[in-house]
Every structure is written in structure tokens, then in C-alpha cells.
């Protein structure tokens, strides 16, 4: 299987990255408390302060503002990568494009077709060592969740994280999920698949379906493609503004059915010298697992972490400390005010 070495050193990440966005609309809450009307209805976050030019009413202003980051990148879970391990091996390059639109929803899997994909892709992402994987999200817009890696538990754990909603544009842009995929791959010199799950018809994004697939096949990647719902289709549960359960409808008001485009997916399959398979269970993955593994393999550098060091409670404990000195601030000048 190839040589081994140590890479060594200490690389700090975030569980979720995203989190750490938040942070930007900390100076936004500030300046629009410092420079609010008489009158507006004042931010939930520091409703308590009357907020005055002065250096004193200043003080607490920043020590909730510098709790409220401390607080989020908590929440980001900063954690340190111990030391990490290149591995050479001959293996696939393979990136999974998943669909996490709103018709993922519907019921004709149990609990629904997002849960049921997820536990088969996470089972086939647990299982996978013939070399790196990828993880793209798409729903209206798709977007890289994982880099290649050959590290099959951090791919559980983002793929346990995706749903429905979890891409804020709702539609299907399977062209653009495609595309994305492609721009994963740094190395031509490799064997490359896409395994693309979705249970729609591309009705979103920039990239049609096939001028996609043409662009994977002109790269000699081979994309396998699954639908994902039952052949008559099913409808799509809706939750009202009490929690009550409905069905999507259209302009008509007739129940919409989520059918899968099965025309356009064996039709994407068969430019790049894949397959197309209908998801009824988890047959489907198995199968594309034995042709990957029958697949030419080349080598390729693996890297997987040894271990991490959890950092959430350094900035958690400041966060709080913060929070605390700023209420307590607010609390002696509240007594001196009176």
C-alpha cells in the first residue's frame, strides 16, 4: 500500500467555518445602536444601555460586542489538528454531490428521502478506503462542503449535518453540483468518479445537466448517477406557520409530485461511461462501490489527522467572563446613575 510519514505540526480549524460569519454582524449591531433614532425599537443584544458618546457608556458596549464574538467562535468549535499522517496508495478520487432540496422532503422513503440518503452515503462514506473523497451540497446553488480527503469520519460527520435547507436557494441545479464536483479535482493523473444523488429535475443554476456531463466526460471523469424517490413520484410536505402539515401545490392548486429526471441522469451516465441507478434502497451504492473498486487505480497521497485538541472552552470561558464584567459594569453604573 505505499510508504508512510508523519507530517507532524499543530493546525488549528473550525468544525463549522460557517459560524465564524456571524462575527461580521457584531460591528453592524454596534454601529446601529450607537447611531439609532429616539424612539426605534431598541436591539434585544444591549436593549439595557443608553447609549451616549462617552468613553463610560462605551465600555460595556464593547465588552458585550467582544463577549457576542468570543461566544461564536465558541460555537465554530476551533479545535487543533494534531499532527496528521500522508499515506501513498493506489486509489479513486470520488466526489459526492448531494441534493438537499426541499423535495427531499417527501415521505416515499422512511422517515423521508433526505434521511434515507443520508444513512446509506454515510455508511458508503465509512466504508470507502480505496483512496479521497469529496462532499458537495446543491440545492438552488451548490457549494463545496469537503475538499477531497481520505479521512471517512470527518465525511460523516458533514454529510450527518446536511438537510433539507441546509443550501439556502431552494431548486435543483444538478448542472452546477456537477461542475463543482469537477473543480475538486487537482489531479488528472488519477482515476476520478462523481456519484450524484438527487431527486428532481435541474431547474436551477447556470450549468445544464448535459453540457456538464460533457465537460466531466471531456476530463475522462465518469459520473454515476442515483435517483433518489419512487417511480410515481411523491408529494412534499410543508409545514404552516403553527405547525401544521400540507403538501406543496402549484399555481392550479394541485398536489405536485417529485419525480426524478431519469431521462437526463442515464443520459448524463452514459456520456462520461458511468451508470445510472434508481435508489430504492441501498443496493445502489453497493454497487457503484464494486465498480470503483474494479475501477483502474493509480497512486495517490493520502492524508489523514491523528487526533484533535478541543479549543471551544477558552473562547466559551472568555466569552462568559466578558459577558459577566459588562453586566456587572452595567450594574455599578446603574447604582451610580441613581
Known amino acids: 500500500s505505499g510508504a508512510r510519514r ?13 459560524i465564524i460569519w456571524l462575527t461580521l454582524a457584531v460591528p453592524v449591531l454596534v454601529y446601529l445602536k450607537l447611531h439609532k433614532k429616539p424612539g426605534a425599537v431598541p436591539l434585544p443584544a444591549l436593549s439595557s444601555l443608553k447609549v451616549k458618546k462617552s468613553r463610560l457608556n462605551l465600555v460595556p458596549i464593547a465588552l458585550l460586542s467582544l463577549a457576542l464574538v468570543c461566544l461564536i467562535i465558541a460555537a465554530a468549535r476551533p479545535r487543533i489538528a494534531i499532527g496528521d499522517e500522508e499515506k501513498k496508495m493506489l486509489g479513486v478520487d470520488v466526489a459526492l454531490a448531494i441534493d438537499c432540496s426541499g423535495s427531499m422532503r417527501a415521505e416515499d422513503f422512511k422517515p423521508n428521502r433526505m434521511e434515507a440518503a443520508k444513512t446509506r452515503v454515510k455508511e458508503f462514506a465509512g466504508k470507502f478506503n480505496m483512496g479521497r473523497m469529496a462532499l458537495v451540497a446543491f440545492a438552488g446553488r451548490a457549494f463545496t462542503q469537503a475538499p477531497l ?12 449535518q446536511l438537510d433539507v435547507g441546509s443550501v439556502a436557494i431552494d431548486g435543483t441545479a444538478i448542472g452546477d453540483a456537477v461542475v463543482a464536483c469537477i473543480a475538486k479535482f487537482k489531479d488528472d493523473s488519477v482515476s476520478r468518479v462523481i456519484i450524484l444523488l438527487t431527486d428532481g429535475e435541474n431547474n436551477a443554476g447556470s450549468v445544464d445537466p448535459i453540457s456538464a456531463a460533457r465537460a466531466a466526460q ?3 471523469i465518469k459520473i454515476y448517477a442515483i435517483g ?6 411523491a408529494k412534499i410536505p410543508m409545514a404552516g406557520p403553527m405547525g401544521q402539515k400540507y ?5 392550479n392548486g394541485n398536489v405536485v409530485l417529485a419525480k426524478v429526471d431519469e431521462e437526463t441522469l442515464k443520459a448524463m451516465a452514459d456520456i462520461t461511461g458511468g451508470q445510472y441507478f434508481r435508489a430504492t434502497d441501498g443496493a445502489a451504492l453497493k454497487d457503484i462501490y464494486e465498480k470503483i473498486a474494479r475501477m483502474e487505480k493509480k497512486e495517490i ?4 489527522i491523528k487526533g484533535y485538541r478541543e479549543l471551544f472552552p477558552y473562547p466559551a470561558g472568555a466569552g462568559l467572563l466578558l459577558l459577566l464584567t459588562g453586566a456587572a459594569f452595567l450594574a455599578g453604573r446603574s447604582r451610580v446613575l441613581s
Open 149 to 160: 480527503t481520505a479521512d471517512g469520519g470527518i465525511l460523516q460527520g458533514l454529510i450527518d
Open 218 to 220: 471531456s476530463k475522462g
Open 301 to 304: 497521497v493520502v492524508r489523514k
Open 228 to 233: 433518489v424517490g419512487t417511480p410515481t413520484g
Open 6 to 18: 508523519a507530517t507532524g505540526g499543530i493546525k488549528m480549524e473550525f468544525f463549522w467555518p460557517s
Open 247 to 251: 403538501y406543496l401545490t402549484d399555481e
